[in-house]
């Protein structure tokens, strides 16, 4: 399964990022090959509005079934739940890596409405 997962820098030993939209990074990760790809988000991190749904067209350009992150706006959860992916929640203070660990052990919780109101930085 392809995963991205919000992240504070283009390692997969970064620490997963609280935002989703305004995340720097993504890291795309298949969780059967162990391969993954960090993709910029930079366009976003400072936008006036839209981050949360540019973001969600981005992951779902690059495959993802599914999404680690802190949390998820409204905009966003709309579009990743429109493209059926899967939106998993964790806490602060993890690394990608470990982020994934969890996912693969049914230890994160999946996200069925928004975990935020809306902007936050």
Do not use: C
């Not at 609280?18 to 090959?33: C, K, S």
């Not at 998993?88 to 919780?109: C, F, H």
């Amino acid at each position: 399964m392809k995963v991205a997962i919000s992240a504070q820098s283009n390692d997969i030993d970064s620490l997963v990022d609280p935002r989703f939209g305004r995340a720097r990074w993504f890291i795309v990760a298949d969780t059967e090959t162990g391969q993954w790809r960090a993709h910029d988000n930079a366009a976003n991190v400072d936008a006036s509005g839209g981050a949360g749904v540019q973001a969600g067209s981005t992951v779902a350009s690059q495959g993802a079934e599914a999404v680690i992150t802190g949390n998820v706006g409204p905009n966003a959860h709309k579009v990743l739940a429109a493209a059926n992916i899967a939106i998993y929640q964790t806490g602060n203070g993890i690394s990608v890596n470990d982020a994934l660990a969890a996912l693969k052990r049914g230890e994160l919780t999946a996200v069925e409405a928004p975990t935020v109101s809306g902007h936050w930085a």
